[in-house]
């Protein structure tokens, strides 16, 4: 899936007074009625679940969903509302999800990997999730170091040396590869990318890794994982 498409967002904090997304319902409102002009009539309301820090209960995200629809709809902005979550991985995750919030509709649940997360944890942690029957939804992979690709289509000694050698084929052979990457997508993971990691919103690096997931058609979810009406205008490059 192209990361602009406009239709639905996966993955946003728009919910009031949940996590770290607004405090007060019209800053809410503001960011809807911005979805709208840019085109989505779907949005995941996806606030995080990161225990001892963002603990707001099923309950607390279904309130806030129907009170900010009955919002937009007082106020004539066409955007249906989903529920969904933003898990964290780490060692709380396995007893969350015996009874997991999925993305509304779908079987998927959406887990962002920390940065200082092992290997290990995540391979456990996401088969586990697997066998209990849900489709882990990578959010933002592109900003998590441990799924960077290598890229091969920077210049390198390696390749230069390849080059110089005659190689062509293997001069030519861009495939980038990461073997946490792969073991996620033979257990049948999704990816959700952020738009605003294309548009070069977290630095050079990210910017190229998305660029690599989008090439090798890794995502298959898109979203903006807006905070704030700020970050929204930003990401979806209005003035
Ligand atoms: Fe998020």
Known sequence: MPLTQRHTDYHTHILPGLDDGPREMDVSLEMARLFALAGYREIYCTPHLIKGMFDASEADVLQGRNNLQRALEKNGIPIKLLVGREYYLDEFLLDLMKHPMLLEGTTCIMIEIPANTSVDLV???LFAVKRRGYTPLIAHPERCQL????DHSQHSPGRFKRWLSGSREQYNNN????????YLKLLGCQFQGNLGSIN?????RVKTSAQNFQKNGIYTHSGTDAHSPESLKTILGIA
């Open 175 to 182: 495939q980038p590869g990461n073997d946490l990457l792969d």
């Open 200 to 204: 070069g919103q977290y630095g050079n």
């Open 147 to 150: 799924l960077e690709m290598a």
């Open 123 to 125: 391979k456990e942690s």
